[in-house]
């Protein structure tokens, strides 16, 4: 099978637009909310958005973090590689804040659980919602269900989306292929 | 870069310099979690890990402990002095005793060089060394490696020199071969009884004279002489070997290093190989080289757990 292109760049920057205004039209005050990137494929949506964000409630500041939950997966000793952690940055207290977290695949929910266990080692958030770029909806081994979504795809289990972003921001796109290419 | 290259750390000769890397990326990691609020990561918690020391620890144990607990590990302890090898039992058998209650990691300190070689090629299960006699201590020198690597960047052409009794340091030996892996350069100085023959063979040059040693050095690992593994006297007095391989301000600023940086894996005779306001002044990164050691023992742990199942 082919790659099938699920976004191409300019569907992947009018999801982001929408994305952003869904956002904005739920929230409008950004004093106690804060976004969280799940690294390491939620760090490239995670700016964009937070970019994009930017543009729309000019003067407020925006804080933006990132979190590694290799240390909080459930699949450790279960493959056979070691998983590489990658950094985590929060330079500010998520007690008692309004968090969204940020991934580009919600695929079986189990990245997105160890993310929520990881998240709550650092306080307890007032409030915790999740913003996906593809949701893998039919694929989900735990309950999770994202509060906003770029595109649901419908796809078998071994095929595989992949969301790439381009240095430059000149040709992102999200593909699907196959493992057996 | 997936898995060490390596089932145990036996010590730092066994392993690579990709290895060595790794354990650093991954202590990086470890270290911002042990600088959070809730210091504590579910990694481990399905591993229970047995602490075996033969020999007396305060610092290596604890450390070791800390970083088993700070990824959920279950622990149990060990020490000789209570056990049943009193009775006569063999290393192995008491070893395996420990492994049928289904421990899935040892780490061992034991006076005798070699043990826990011997011990990986008799047990399954992942070991790490937690120093064996004068031979290696593996932690130790990743620890120290990476104190300095966080301290002057990269390595590679950096002078350091290691003091004092090398004769009977484990401490010694692996920060060499680490230290070089690394592409550091290591002298060693200390009184002539105390310099192992054949060290040279290393690639490691032996300097007799402590003054001219710390002009050529950017670091100096102070060592301390090691009473118990003496077993005839190898200086006249204590008094002595302070005068001649002592550390303190005077020879410092004679020398005119204002730059050098003092390490010391502990535990420290303050007044004897260095004077006790060097060990509290800017010079000396011994404290960090205790809160490293927490990271880079879990990333140890974590990155051999990671592999023991998959390749068991």
Redesign the interface.
Known sequence: MKDKTLLDHTALNYTLHRLAYEVYEQHTDFSNLAFISLQPRGIALGKRIVAQLKTLVKGQDIQHGTLDVTFYRDDFRRRDDVLVPSSTDLDFSIEGKEIILIDDVLFTGRTVRSGLDALLDFGRPKHVELLVLIDRRFSRELPVQPDYTGKVVDVVRDERVKVEWTEDDSNNRVILFSDDQ | ????STKHLLGIKNITREDIEQIF??A??FK??IN???K?????R??TIANIFFENSTRTKLSFELAEKR?SADVVNFSASSSSVKKGETLVDTVNNILAMKVDMVVMRHPNPGACVHLARHVDCSIVNAGDGAHEHPTQALLDAYSLREKLGDLTGRKVLIVGDILHSRVALSNIFCLQKLGAEVRVCGPATMIPRYIEDLGVKVMLNLKEALAWADVANMLRIQLERQDIQYFPTLREYSMQYGLNRALLEEVGRKDLIIMHPGPINRGVEITSDLVDSDYSIILDQVENGVAVRMAVL??L??????SS
């Open positions: 870069m997936s898995t060490l990326q991954t990086d990691n911002e979690v959070r609020p809730i504590k990561v579910p990694s481990l399905d591993v990824l974590y990155l757990a990671g592999r023991a199942k998959s």
